[in-house]
Every structure is written in C-alpha cells, then in structure tokens.
C-alpha cells in the first residue's frame, strides 16, 4: 500500500497485467461459485425491461413487499434504478436463450412440496419459472455482481504496483481485500449498495497518482461519471459525490486556479449524466423528479422516523452497524478494526500519505453517519450486512497498513481467519455470524444454489460440493501456478528482487 513515491523497482508492464489478470479471475470463480440463488427487488425492474422494455414491474406486484403501486399507475421498487439497469445489460443480451428456458420451464411438471424457507422462490416454482429466475439470479452475478467487484480488486492492485509495491505482495492485498472481507459475502447476488462501493473505490483510485502529478482533465470527469452512477443506485451515492469532489478539489491544489475550476466543471459534468437518469426515472414513473421512491411506498415500521425513514443519527443504529452479530460491520471481519490502529502506526515500510489518509476516514466517518441516520438499516436482519458495504475498501488499506506493524504469523494468521470466516459466510449465505459453521454442518457443505437445484426437482449428487470446491481449487491452482507464461512473469519478478538487491548492496 505504498501510497507515497514509487520505489526503484521496474516491473514490465506483462508482469503488472499478469498478475492483476491472475486477482481478477481469482476473485470472480469464487463469486461465481458462490453465487447465492435469491431475487431481491433490484431484479424485477432488470427482468420486466428485458421481457417487455419497461422498468414497470406492475407484472410482479405482489411477489415482494418491496414493489408497490405508482401514484400514476404501474408498479415499482422502492430504490433507484441503478442496479436493475446494469443488470439488465446482459438479460438483454441473452434474452432469446432467456426466453426458450423460460416457456420450456414453464411447460414442465411443478414440484408439489416446500421448503422451510424463501416465499418468492416458492412462488417462482408455483407458476412454472423457478429455473428462469434461478438463471436470471446467476446471470446477474456471474456477468455483472462478480466481474465488478473482481475488477475493482484487480484495479487495486494495478494501482498498488503502481505505487511501488512489489507485484506479488499488490496482489496478496487485492485477493484479501476480494475474499477476506465482507465484500464477497455481498457479491452473493445483485446489490446495489455493493456497486456504490465499486464505483466510489474505482473513482479514488483512479484520481490518486503516486507522483502526485497534476489531475487530468479526463480522469475528473470519469470520477464524477462513476460517483454520478452511484447516485442512480441508490441516493447513499451522495456521500461519493462530495467525498470524490473534495478529493479532486484537494490534489488540484497546486494546480492553477482557472484549471482546477475546469477540473471541478468536468466532474460536475461527469456526476449530471446519473444524476438526470434519475431525475428522468423519478418523473416517469412517480410524475416529480425530486421525490425519491420511498416518498411513495406504503408505511413501513422505519418510515415512521424523519423523513420516509431518513431521520437524525441514531447512536443505537450507529452500534448495531457495527457490531450487532446479524449484520455488523466489524462482526462480519474483526480485522477491520485494525484500521484504527493505521494513525498510530509510523514506523511501517508502506504508508497512505496524509492528504489520501483523511480522504479515507471522511469517507468511512460520512457513510457511517449517513446509514445511522438510515432507519432502513434497521431491516438487515433479513439481508444481512450491506449499508456500509461502501466503506470496507477504505478500512481494508487502512488496515493493511496498520499490520504491518504486526509479527508475520500474526499477520498470515489474521489473514487466513479472515479469508475463512468470509468464505464460510459466503458459503452459507447465513446472515447471522453465530450460525454460519452450523449452517454449513447441516447442509453437508452443500451450497444455497444446490438446494434451490434440488427444490426444483433437479437431483443434485451428495458428492456435488465436493466436486465444485475441487474444480475450483484445480482452477486457481490453474491461474496462479500452471498459466501459460506465468513462469515468464515469475522470472520477471525474481529478476527485479535481485536487481534491488544488488543495487542494495553497492
């Protein structure tokens, strides 16, 4: 995490793209192994655009309390559209495939029993679609969930290098970040918190430069662009926006003044597209463009509170957010806390510079705010952690940093706890962290997408966990020791260590 001047180490740029490639694909097989087989609301807008091209779901009024009657007619959900609109990319793509599985599932015989849980799957299987929804709910992490968040930890590790930070080592800390944290728990199925956190994270990475070379025109504008997105997902996007514009307002310091005000002009102008889609979405459908959906939706338990749910900080929900055993933060991984330790740690081989260190914890500080004054936090329980999804690459650096300090098996003994417990719960998809090993001892390690297999009359073989996890072992081993020209990048690395080496040594 070398965030101050890159060292004497040259690295070929085969080598960087390798290795990134090798985190990037590393992270999206266990995503997509693990990929958790349930429709949320997010899905609906994405499934009635590819089926009818309409984000009017009144086709599914009824299936989910999260859908309710528009003032003008129609249904809808109550979120932004963000999240349905990406999802739908490859649903459009694949909607003759989608189509040919649907009116096939529908013309088979319906299992007649039920499980002990999931309503809306239940419902799926009642009407003869429970193989289409199954697909969809694969579909949208396997080519959107997984592949964003996969890039972002790969594009974390290109910047690490970038930032001096040996290949092997940027890579070890993308990976942790992708499998150690909360963050693969919530690639489970489409969501549009974890997106926000994709966007904003690829945003300040993008607009941090080692050298702290001036600020490009076009990267201010792409930063606004991706913080812009994050408001089309979910008005939690907000937080982007101003943390993204200070920190683009802070590294245009130096910068003249009429440049860093095109600087500024070409973020705004970046951020404008999300947000007039959202403007546009809210107009159609609800008939004003500065009401969100929530204005609409029936009264629920924390609409009650401020404004639709949206009332002052709540040091009760601030506490919950991190450490009810249900959706807690820091329940979820104990090893972010570490972070706070980064401020105190000096002497530590890789630092976030100043500037960049409280970008992050303005970061972490207003999104914490921001989801204790969120009632709807309340409602994680059935969900489990992911309002403050968005801050866990923040925490993550912060922490990585702050180990260093730490005995090396201290550090590969957290990591390795870490890397468990996440894949563990991802694995479960138990949302409350006290029941993930039992969960798992009673399903025979058997995976949520197995049993949605088998609930539909699909026969899924005992010995299928065993043979998913080895596949998917045989296929990482693949990636990190038997690629074609992984020895040419090796050697490469081995080259440059004895380089300093060497250069250490005259």
């Known amino acids: 995490m070398k965030f101050l001047a890159p060292t004497a180490c040259q690295q070929s740029a085969y080598g960087r793209g390798a290795w990134a490639w090798r985190v990037f694909l590393t992270c999206w097989l266990v995503y997509t192994a693990l990929w958790a087989p349930y429709i949320v609301r997010e899905h609906f807008p994405a499934i009635a655009l590819a089926e009818r091209g309409s984000l009017n779901v009144d086709r599914y009024l009824g299936w989910s309390p999260d859908i309710f009657p528009g003032p003008?007619?129609?249904?809808?959900?109550?979120?932004?559209?963000?999240?349905?609109?990406?999802a739908a990319i490859p649903l459009l793509l694949l909607r003759p495939v989608l189509a040919r599985v649907d009116g096939w599932n529908q013309r088979q015989p319906r299992p007649s029993r039920k499980g002990e849980?999931?309503?809306l799957f239940w419902r799926t299987v009642s009407e003869g679609r429970a193989l289409y929804f199954l697909l969809v709910g694969f579909l949208t992490v396997a080519l959107v969930m997984a592949p964003a968040t996969a890039g972002t930890a790969a594009y974390l590790c290109a910047r690490l290098v970038a930032g001096g930070i040996p290949s092997a080592r940027a890579a070890g800390a993308a990976v942790l970040y992708g499998l150690g944290t909360p963050v693969l728990f919530r690639s489970g199925h489409l969501n549009h918190n974890l997106l926000v956190a994709d966007a904003g994270f690829i945003a300040l990475l993008m607009l941090w430069d080692p050298k702290d070379a001036p600020v490009k025109t076009w990267h201010a504008g792409l930063g606004g662009l991706?913080?812009?997105?994050?408001?089309?997902c979910d008005y939690s996007g907000a937080v982007v926006v101003l943390v993204v514009a200070l920190y683009v307002w802070l590294r245009s310091a130096r910068q003249p003044a009429a440049e860093r005000c095109r600087l500024?002009?070409?973020?705004?102008?970046?951020?404008?597209?999300?947000?007039?889609?959202?403007?546009?979405?809210?107009?159609?459908?609800?008939?004003?463009?500065?009401?969100?959906?929530q204005h609409y939706m029936p009264a629920t338990a924390p609409t009650s509170h401020g404004y639709r749910g949206f009332d002052w900080p709540s040091p009760a929900l601030l506490w919950a957010n991190f450490f009810d055993p249900r959706f807690g933060l820091f329940v979820y991984c104990p090893a972010l806390l570490l972070a706070f330790a980064a401020p105190f740690v000096k002497r530590v081989r890789y630092r976030i510079p100043r500037r960049e260190?409280?970008?992050?914890?303005?970061?972490?500080?207003?999104?914490?705010?921001?989801?204790?004054?969120?009632q709807y936090s309340w409602l994680q329980p059935t969900t489990g952690f992911r309002y403050l999804v968005p801050v866990v690459p923040a925490l993550a650096l912060l922490a990585m940093q702050a180990a260093q300090a730490l005995p090396k098996a201290v550090r590969w003994v957290m990591a390795t706890a870490s890397c468990a417990q996440s894949l563990a719960m991802a694995a479960a998809h138990q949302n409350d962290v006290r029941l993930v090993l039992g969960?798992?001892?009673?399903?025979?390690?058997?995976?949520?997408?197995?049993i949605r297999l088998n609930d539909i009359g699909i026969c899924v073989n005992c010995a299928l966990p065993l043979i998913t996890f080895t596949l998917l072992g045989l296929a990482l081993a693949f990636i990190w020791?038997?690629?074609?020209?992984?020895?040419?990048?090796?050697?490469?690395?081995?080259?440059t260590a004895d380089s300093a080496k060497h250069k250490e040594t005259q």
């Open 264 to 293: 500024m002009a070409a973020f705004g102008a970046g951020v404008l597209p999300g947000v007039i889609a959202l403007a546009i979405y809210q107009t159609w459908a609800f008939g004003l463009f500065y009401r969100p959906s």
């Open 357 to 374: 260190t409280i970008i992050l914890w303005t970061y972490f500080a207003a999104f914490t705010l921001f989801c204790a004054a969120n």
């Open 117 to 119: 849980e999931g309503d």
């Open 481 to 495: 020791w038997l690629a074609p020209g992984l020895q040419k990048s090796y050697s490469a690395l081995e080259a």
């Open 226 to 232: 991706l913080a812009g997105y994050s408001v089309l």
């Open 439 to 450: 969960t798992l001892w009673r399903r025979e390690f058997t995976l949520p997408w197995m």
């Open 72 to 86: 003008r007619g129609g249904a809808y959900i109550n979120n932004n559209p963000g999240a349905s609109l990406t």
